[in-house]
Nanobody, 115 residues
Framework: QVQLVESGGGVVQAGGSLRLSCAASGSIFNINVMEWHRQAPGKQRVFLAQITRGGTSSYADSVKGRFTISRDNTKNTVYLQMSSLKPEDTAVYYC?????????WGQGTQVTVSS
């Protein structure tokens, strides 16, 4: 059974930085795309960033220039380096892995940015 486990969330002041990690456990192969999404209270989950197996990344406009996604294929792990954090970045952050036949979600990690 595949599980994605996020870590690195917490409370940070506005302008600060956090680094999230998401690691897969279990038998998972051929992860094509790794993604980060977030869901703020009372709002829908939204896409933030993705990175392909070859390392091509793309970002939502709301985080472009502030967040950086990276991955380690040898560890089946994706990272999200978040800088210049704003109170509006407060949300539960989720990772998602997409293979040829399946997609998997993590359980989420809370990020709170205080003003």
């Amino acid at each position: 059974q595949v599980q994605l486990v996020e870590s690195g969330g917490g409370v940070v002041q506005a302008g600060g930085s956090l680094r999230l990690s998401c690691a897969a456990s279990g038998s998972i192969f051929n992860i094509n795309v790794m993604e980060w999404h977030r869901q703020a209270p009372g709002k829908q989950r939204v896409f933030l960033a993705q990175i392909t197996r070859g390392g091509t990344s793309s970002y939502a406009d709301s985080v472009k220039g502030r967040f950086t996604i990276s991955r380690d294929n040898t560890k089946n792990t994706v990272y999200l380096q978040m800088s210049s954090l704003k109170p509006e970045d407060t949300a539960v952050y989720y990772c998602r892995f997409v293979t040829f036949s399946q997609n998997y979600w993590g359980q989420g990690t809370q990020v709170t940015v205080s003003s």
